[in-house]
């Protein structure tokens, strides 16, 4: 397949803001239990804010991809079969949460909606970082869904495309609040560094097992199969078109083998290596934080690249010679 | 049900491109707009079409064979494209089975090519949407066409008549009995789309004889080539004389 940008940036900062959503709330969660200091309101309604930007990013993104933008508002229609309908939902749904969220602390409105026996207050922004957890994994699973779900793309056609989402996701989140924490909040930051390690160490583990897996997929679908003819040596020798197509742009990455076989040790070393080494050296000098998040995001650039040239779509049987 | 289909048989469809132009000139004259075509007349021309015939080399040389391919989209009984669209633009029709896209609802995601593994639809850089075969659903019911024009138009194109259109699940139809007589087969099978269009393989005519053909039952001396060699200047008689 050939990466579309606007599908990497959507994918990449929404997973990140997601996933530092999530930092935030199981932070307060800690808190709640009295297992943390409680931070002010300003820590999680500016890290809120921050979510929020990286959410909108996504979203201004994701219109690039769109031949009528115009349209979008249709896309919300058929839910009930089509997971990239359900992102279209989820999405705007998760950003009112964390926007709401974020408004609760903010403004300091956290009126008590119950109280549990041993004293422990469950207030609004609680409620809202419940409901937000929960849409947060909503999103993961429907943006993985949409590629997920694509049974004869067999690199994508896998739990792990969804784990991987989720972990991915969460570690460059985390790896931000980590950043975030440091300068808002330093006497936390080992606290979310800590889970910034465990999560993209699962994640260098759940990525590594799909490469494994991908590399030992067997196609399919032959060219014996999609043209009907039972012979071993079959060539293309015209797809029908003088130039090039939609059917050869949109499903070729272009790149070289040499290209391909590069990236994967770079996106591995600047998504996973390299930010567990910031990660583990930044616990004594936070200012490594920001690096760690810097490059672990253009890591995650290069990473969902290779998720998608790396799908080969049984489509491309069809074009492979012009003429 | 009606599940309108095409079966295109391979051993008589010569690879001459009129379904292309045929199909081209129709759908870019319609009330849905141009099918748009980029460059032309440049380096690399680029357009959108809805049939394409490729073609493929069986064998190696000198035991090979050129193989034409029209390649549209199957009309697919469970299209893997349709409930992947995120605002329902694309359908399949209940009462013909035909999958349409609808141009105004289309918002151009390109999600919908992604999940259709024959490469089908394209999309149009100008219009911005997705693109497919209607199987001409604009000709097929238009009442003021002559009844024998209202079939697709790479049907009507075709000068081998290697494009045969009806109803798959009338068993009496002549796509039904050509399917089911001529070995009609559907693409990629593995992936349980079921497309609606099936081809026909290309199948070689043998003629074979058995030896009591060759001997001649009534033959009076039962041995063939011995009848009596009389002289060249001498009358002779049929079946009697060896010449």
């Not at chain 1, 994918?11 to 709640?32: K, P, W």
């Not at chain 2, 289309?106 to 209607?134: H, L, N, S």
């Not at chain 2, 604009?138 to 003021?144: T, V």
């Not at chain 2, 007589?181 to 559907?186: F, I, L, W």
Request: proline share 6%; net charge neutral; charged share 15%.
């Amino acid at each position: 397949m050939k990466p579309a940008f606007s599908v990497i940036f959507l994918t990449t900062l929404i997973g990140a803001a997601q996933g530092l959503f999530l930092a935030l709330f199981t932070h307060q969660s800690y808190a709640l239990f009295g297992l943390l200091p409680m931070q002010s309101d300003a820590f999680y309604g500016y890290g809120s804010v921050l979510a929020l930007l990286l959410l909108v990013g996504g979203l201004i993104a994701s219109f690039f991809h769109l031949g009528r933008p115009e349209r979008a508002w249709r896309s919300a229609t058929k839910w009930r079969t089509s997971w990239l309908s359900r992102e279209v939902i989820v999405l705007p749904a998760f950003m009112g949460v964390v926007f709401l969220f974020g408004l609760s602390h903010l403004t300091g409105y956290r009126p008590e909606v119950v109280s549990l026996p041993g004293g422990l207050i469950v207030d609004l922004s609680t409620v809202l970082g419940v409901i937000g957890t929960m849409l947060a994994f909503a999103l993961f699973i429907c943006t993985a869904m949409i590629y997920a779900c694509l049974r004869f793309l067999r690199e994508w056609h896998s739990p792990l495309t969804v784990i991987n989402y989720i972990l991915m996701g969460g570690a460059s989140g985390f790896v931000l609040a980590a950043f975030y924490s440091a300068s808002a909040a330093p006497d936390q930051a080992d606290f979310f560094a800590g889970w910034a390690i465990i999560i993209t160490m699962l994640a260098f583990a759940g990525r590594w097992a799909s490469l494994v897996r991908n590399a030992r997929l067997k196609p399919k679908s032959t060219l014996q199969t999609a043209i009907g003819i039972k012979h071993p040596h079959i060539v293309q020798r015209s797809m029908g078109a003088m130039g090039g197509t939609f059917n050869t742009r949109e499903f070729f990455h272009g790149k070289s083998a040499a290209f391909m076989r590069a990236i994967k040790p770079a996106f591995l070393i600047l998504t996973f290596v390299l930010p567990l080494a910031l990660l583990a050296l930044g616990i004594l000098t936070p200012g490594l934080l920001a690096l760690a998040f810097i490059i672990q995001y253009l890591g995650l650039l290069a990473e969902r690249w290779f998720f998608f040239a790396q799908a080969n779509h049984p489509q491309n049987l069809y074009y492979q010679t012009i003429g | 049900m009606t599940q309108l289909a095409l079966v295109i048989d391979l051993n008589v469809c010569v690879g001459c491109s009129a379904c292309v132009t045929s199909c081209k000139e129709w759908n870019t004259s319609g009330s849905a707009g141009p099918l748009c075509d980029e460059n032309p007349y440049g380096l690399n021309p680029t357009g959108t079409f809805f049939n394409r015939v490729q073609t493929f080399e069986i064998g190696q040389y000198p035991n090979s064979e050129t193989l034409h391919f029209p390649k549209s989209c199957l009309h697919c009984e469970d299209p893997p494209c349709v409930p992947v669209c995120p605002t329902g633009a694309s359908y399949k029709r209940k009462e013909d089975g035909i999958v349409l896209v609808d141009y105004d609802k289309c918002i151009g995601c390109k999600y919908c090519t992604w999940a259709c593994p024959y490469g089908a639809r394209e999309f149009d850089e100008q219009a911005k949407v997705m693109k497919k075969c209607t199987l001409c659903v604009d000709r097929i019911y238009d009442e003021s066409m002559a009844e024998a024009d209202r079939k697709p138009s790479c049907v009507k194109a075709c000068p081998t008549s290697a494009r045969l259109f009806g109803d798959i699940h009338d068993p009496e139809s002549e796509v039904s009995q050509a399917i089911r007589e001529d070995g009609g087969y559907a693409l990629m099978p593995e992936w349980g789309t079921h497309p609606a269009n099936h081809y026909l393989p290309r199948r070689k005519t043998k003629l074979k004889i058995h030896q009591d053909e060759l001997e001649r039952a009534d033959n009076p001396l039962k041995v063939d080539g011995q009848q009596p060699k009389p002289g060249k200047g001498e009358s002779s008689m049929d079946d009697v004389s060896a010449w």
